[in-house]
């Protein structure tokens, strides 16, 4: 019988903790400690009591107590078995805390001191502090001397070591809240204007409540909770603004807004003129202001000592505006130009200038707006330059005259006032013959059952009004008797009536007469 030794474990606990003094293969460690075991046994396989395989075990114990761990290794060559413990003591650590004694708050505004007090540790035990004044990055000893004044981005460590040689740290942050910073901002301010004053916060993007007083004369109840207050002054006003921040920091500040006076005009009245005529508008300002004139559609216009010269094309109203150089205040004052359009003549003909006719020529404003115009009537027109010394043949609405051979081709100018303006027009005469109808074919013919033609000449149209307003030039027919053909011919604007008469002539009879004879 072969007797086989059993394997020989041995622990490697360089990094299981500290060695309990008198005590083999037991180590002490803090909570939340590493522990990493090595067991070591020639030839075998490890097993541990914690379901681990293999040489080395991690562990981290995370209550406080004794652990023991249980290797177990197998021969690979015999199978022989043995088993070896190892003793953990875990310690608890100490829970450091730091209070500020600020009744529970955890900002403070800037300048506001506070105390800090760590504990944890027994009664008189000493903590070791740190501080960082870059957000965490970099931790240096310090020593708390309380009070302490609020510095921001300071965060305290501090650190304690209990009687078992376990330590634990705890930072502390305390919120430190700008105060608010903003500054007062405003235009020029004219008595009468709306003025307007803006506190606007240093730091862009911040949000503030404000709370606003103003005194001095006038001041009317309470100023809205805003950015800005806008108010109508007559002279200077002192306004206070308290801005409290979102943390509840306060800053008060105030300013003083001063009103000037505004410049005081005159202008010309307001002015009526007819189309194309132009019009003076004055300003009557001291040499302390400067004046600027503009149309109302924005455009500027040169002014001579105040005066401007204009020729407005439709109604318009001119602002004129007269600056004080000194505080740039300004004042405007208006007047309009109303422009009346002038007379838009039209004349209308009855009849035709054909020699013979009657033609009536009548005069109308097309844009009297309802108002009743006066004309006159000239065979001149109206002198480009100069008075107007002609004399009217005629100031009626219309006039007639009959066209004559004698005539020759005139113009006849008309002027017709309506709305206080006037304009003239004109019309050309010229006379037109009316046509002559030349009739030729067989005017005179025979009763014989033939057909028989006539011809038309002299005209550019021909109605046969006898025969049902048959338009043409010619007409053939077969008649039994006289006839009388009426005709209506044209010839560009004239026309004439004529009747064209046609003889009928019987055919000779011939009589045959019977003798006889006797032989």
Request: charge should be negative; glycine fraction near 6%.
């Amino acid at each position: 019988i072969t007797v086989n030794n059993a394997p020989a474990i041995t622990f490697d606990a360089t990094n299981a903790g500290s060695p309990v003094q008198g005590k083999t293969n037991h180590t002490q460690i803090c909570l939340n400690d590493n522990v990493k075991l090595i067991a070591n046994a020639n030839n075998s396989d490890i097993t541990w009591n914690t379901g681990a395989a293999g040489n080395t075990l991690n562990e981290k114990p995370s209550t406080p107590g004794s652990v023991v761990y249980k290797a177990t290794a197998i021969d690979a060559t015999t199978g022989c078995k043995a088993s070896e413990t190892f003793t953990v003591d875990v310690k608890d650590r100490p829970i450091i805390k730091i209070n500020n004694e600020l009744n529970g708050k955890e900002a403070v505004c800037e300048g506001a001191t506070f105390n800090l007090v760590a504990s944890g540790l027994p009664q008189n035990s000493t903590y070791t502090w740190k501080k960082s004044v870059n957000g965490g990055t970099t931790y240096t000893p310090t020593t708390v001397n309380n009070p302490i004044t609020a510095v921001q981005n300071t965060i305290f460590r501090a650190i304690g070591t209990n009687t078992d040689q376990c330590v634990d740290s705890t930072d502390y942050t305390l919120t430190v809240n700008s105060n608010p910073v903003f500054n007062f901002s405003y235009t020029a301010k004219c008595a009468g204007e709306p003025n307007t004053i803006s506190v606007t916060p240093v730091t862009s993007g911040t949000q503030y409540q404000w709370s606003w007083t103003a005194e001095g004369t006038g001041t009317a109840g309470s100023l809205p909770n805003a950015t800005s207050v806008t108010q109508t002054l007559q002279q200077d006003r002192t306004y206070s603004v308290v801005a409290t921040s979102k943390e509840g920091c306060t800053f008060s500040k105030n300013t003083v807004m001063t009103v000037n006076p505004k410049p005081a005009f005159t202008v010309s009245n307001a002015q009526t003129i007819c189309s194309g005529q132009s019009v003076t508008l004055s300003a009557s300002v001291s040499n302390q202001y400067n004046l600027a004139w503009k149309d109302n559609a924005g455009n500027g216009i040169n002014h001579t000592n105040g005066d401007i010269h204009v020729t407005p094309t439709s109604n318009t109203t001119y602002t004129v505006r007269a600056t004080n150089n000194a505080t740039s205040c300004y004042t405007e004052n208006s007047v309009t130009v109303s422009v009346t359009p002038l007379p838009i003549i039209e004349i209308s003909q009855q009849g035709a200038a054909c020699v013979g006719n009657t033609v009536t020529l009548t005069a109308s404003v097309k844009n009297g707006n309802g108002a009743t115009p006066s004309f006159a009537w000239y065979k001149d027109p109206k002198p480009q330059t100069g008075p107007d010394t002609r004399t009217a043949f005629d100031n009626n609405e219309s006039i007639s005259f009959v066209v004559t051979d004698a005539m020759v081709p005139y113009t006849v100018y008309v002027d017709a006032t309506s709305q206080g303006c006037s304009s003239e027009t004109s019309k050309d005469i010229q006379k037109t013959n009316k046509p002559v109808i030349n009739a030729l074919g067989d005017l005179i013919r025979c009763n014989d059952g033939l057909e028989g033609t006539i011809r038309l000449s002299g005209a550019d149209v021909y109605t046969w009004t006898s025969e049902g307003n048959k338009i043409a030039s010619s007409h053939t027919e077969v008649l039994t008797g006289d006839k009388t053909y009426t005709i209506h011919a044209e010839s560009g604007i004239c026309a004439t009536d004529t009747s064209i008469d046609v003889t009928v002539l019987d055919l000779p009879q011939i009589r045959s007469e019977e003798h006889t004879s006797e032989l």
